[in-house]
């Protein structure tokens, strides 16, 4: 069975503190693994795709890598607009999975002044 | 990057009535799809939408609690039929968006807003 388990459920981090959330996956076949920033009372907000092991994808503070089993989320010196609930999900090859993105729990990320 | 637009935003509605969502797209996808959110919970996939069949219903989903209409490329809707409490939640619509790009395949999927529901 696909499935996503992500860690820390909640992270507080100072200004300025570098950190790293989790996301550990099981697929049969992974077509692609998702990163979402979701603020409170919004849809998510989509960041990266990535396709394969080995992969990297930066954007601003953050940056995403792909691993056979799991994913890393790199938030370098966050910022307190960086709070949010950040969502990992994949996205499976096969007949009966195109499309359909499997989440996990989400990380809920605080970042203090 | 796809512009995905819901009504309502929020609604209270009452147990054993319905509630139908809309989804608009500002261009022509082929996959919709419907995701719920329960309260503190992630979100899980009702059905996948797509133009001229049947939607695609997964496990625990049924067609005759959640009807869905893809009338055309770039809109659809999702009925929330007889609810109740248990159905309070926030439900979200997306479009996937892939292809190639400078030769690259890419493969991105992009959610609405967001429809919170309270049933009383």
């Known amino acids: 069975e696909d499935q996503v388990t992500q860690s820390p459920e909640a992270l507080r981090l100072q200004e300025g503190e570098s950190s790293s959330l989790n996301c550990s996956y099981t697929?049969?076949?992974?077509?692609?693994l998702f990163w979402y920033r979701q603020d409170p009372g919004k849809g998510p907000e989509f960041l990266f795709t990535?396709?394969?092991?080995?992969e990297e994808k930066e954007k601003e503070r953050l940056k995403a890598t792909l691993t056979k089993k799991e994913s890393f989320l790199h938030i370098t010196a966050p910022k307190p607009e960086d709070s949010a609930t950040y969502l990992c999900?994949?996205?499976?090859w096969g007949s009966g999975n195109t499309g359909k993105l499997i989440f996990g729990q989400g990380t809920t990320l605080q970042v203090k002044p | 990057s796809a512009v995905i637009s819901q009504k309502p935003s929020r609604d209270i509605c009452q147990r054993g009535t319905s509630l139908t969502i809309q989804c608009q797209v500002d261009?022509?996808?082929?996959?919709m799809f419907w995701y719920r959110q329960q309260p503190g919970q992630s979100l899980t996939l009702i059905a996948t939408?797509?133009?001229?069949?049947?939607?695609?219903?997964e496990s625990g989903f049924v067609i005759d609690k959640f009807p869905i209409s893809r009338p055309n490329l770039t809109f659809s809707t999702l009925t929330v039929s007889n609810m109740s409490p248990e159905d309070s939640s926030i439900y979200l619509c997306?479009?996937?968006?892939?292809?190639?790009?400078?030769?690259?395949?890419?493969?991105?999927?992009?959610f609405g807003p967001g429809t919170r529901l309270t049933v009383l």
């Open positions: 990535l396709y394969s092991a080995g």
């Open positions: 939408a797509n133009q001229g069949s049947e939607a695609t219903y």
């Open positions: 997306s479009v996937e968006g892939s292809g190639l790009a400078g030769g690259v395949s890419y493969n991105e999927q992009f």
């Open positions: 261009s022509q996808v082929t996959m």
């Open positions: 697929v049969s076949g992974l077509r692609g």
């Open positions: 999900a994949v996205q499976a």
